[in-house]
């Protein structure tokens, strides 16, 4: 069964794996039905790195410095799912897991090592500003820090590829935040 994400950002997920809860259940109570959405969506973007990155070290077209960084990457985003999973857990909610959404992307994404950075760059983008809408948009105390620590990993991955890309390793002083309907649309792109 496909996940689908529509444009309030709200997700339709099927089963998880289950993980020991971050949140008490006592506290899941007092989670807004907002903050449970960005956890949703938080979910999407994890789910869509990880397909992504599985199908570019796949490819045969990567160096091997290049797939060194995207192996990394890759296990930071099976880190972040775990974390996000365990807090949706905690919260009584079942995540959505890998083969809930099928994903999709533009013709001759997988073609070269470069079409293959493009893309990983504007995934990445759209992660970091997810995370940093969600830092600025949750209202749960218990969910900014684990958010904000992955979102302070993502920028770590915009930088890794930015050598790839042309762009500047450090970017602005104030990373742009997407909205949850920015990111929700963004994320409908790579659906199948």
Do not use: C
């Not at 973007?45 to 199908?55: G, K």
């Not at 290049?66 to 857990?89: F, I, P, S, W």
């Not at 790839?164 to 309907?181: D, E, H, T, V």
Request: aromatic fraction near 6%.
């Amino acid at each position: 069964m496909a996940a689908r994400f529509d444009r309030a950002g709200l997700l339709l997920l099927a089963s998880g794996a289950v993980l020991g809860p971050l949140v008490p259940a006592a506290a899941a109570d007092a989670v807004p039905a907002g903050d449970v959405a960005y956890l949703r969506l938080l979910i999407g973007t994890e789910l869509l790195a990880a397909d992504f990155q599985d199908t570019a070290l796949a490819s045969g077209k990567l160096s091997v410095r290049t797939r060194r960084v995207l192996k990394q990457m890759r296990a930071d985003e099976d880190a972040h799912y775990r974390g996000l999973a365990t807090l949706m857990h905690g919260l009584g909610q079942t995540p959505a897991a890998a083969g809930d959404i099928d994903f999709s992307y533009p013709s001759g994404t997988f073609g070269s090592e470069g079409s293959i950075v493009k893309l990983a760059a504007k995934l990445e983008d759209l992660s970091l500003g997810a995370y940093l809408g969600a830092v600025e948009n949750v209202q749960a105390p218990q969910l900014r820090l684990p958010i904000g620590q992955i979102a302070a990993n993502e920028a770590q991955h915009v930088s890794a590829l930015a050598p790839w890309s042309g762009r500047p390793a450090i970017g602005p002083a104030f990373g742009p935040s997407l909205q949850i309907a920015a990111v929700s649309s963004a994320l409908d792109e790579y659906e199948s």
